[in-house]
């Protein structure tokens, strides 16, 4: 075994993970509010999110109703 490559490739290793570590605080510490539009994606999602919770909310609403006309 050749000790001075062990050594070399841990250094690498080591550099590795350094800038693993440096890009996780990045994104740990946030990027306070995004600017312009958000994509697409999020907005259909969001909007699916909404109209499914108002769904919900009619279906508990007309339940209560026939439940009480019972």
Excluded: C, F, H, N
């Excluded at 994606?41 to 108002?54: D, E, F, I, M, T």
């Amino acid at each position: 075994m050749d000790v001075t490559k062990i050594i070399e490739e841990l250094r690498k290793e080591r550099d590795q993970i350094e800038e693993a570590l440096v890009s996780l605080e990045r994104l740990a510490a946030g990027g306070g509010a995004r600017r312009g539009r958000p994509p697409a994606w999020l907005v259909a999602a969001k909007k699916g999110s909404r109209q499914a919770a108002a769904g919900k909310k009619k279906g508990a609403a007309v339940k209560a109703a026939v439940v009480s006309a019972q």
